[in-house]
């Protein structure tokens, strides 16, 4: 089992930055892909950002594209989202998740079926 942890979320003006990051419990992290998903009450996941296990692609959501930035450092077992020039409607409960079930798989998948084990999440709250 592998337990993944995001931190970063808080209150942020229209046009700021923050910076997620899900921590991981278990260094096979490192081989999974990892995605970010957004939710809004009443509403789907809705997929805002995804990583490979390499590093070696990172595909994004059409409303964050240019804004957002996917990372990851394996040694820390950690994954990144920078937001930028964020927009109240980005306010959400932001979620990580790992695919476990295909381990050095290089596609990212954008829905939530894909991912096997998920965060608790954590708040991002844009004010305008």
Wanted: glycine share 10%; net charge negative.
């Amino acid at each position: 089992q592998v337990q993944l942890e995001e931190s970063g979320g808080g209150l942020v003006q229209a046009g700021g930055s923050l910076r997620l990051s899900c921590a991981a419990s278990d260094r096979t992290f490192s081989t999974y892909a990892v995605g970010w998903f957004r939710q809004v009450p009443g509403k789907e996941h809705e997929f805002v950002a995804g990583i490979s296990w390499s590093s070696s692609r990172a595909d994004y959501g059409d409303s964050v594209l240019g804004r957002f930035t996917i990372s990851r450092d394996n040694d820390k077992n950690t994954v990144y989202l920078q937001m930028n020039s964020l927009r109240p409607e980005d306010t959400a409960v932001y979620y990580c998740a790992a695919d476990s079930r295909r381990p050095y798989r290089h596609t990212i998948m954008e829905v939530t079926e894909e991912y096997d084990y998920w965060g608790q999440g954590t708040q991002v709250t844009v004010s305008s």
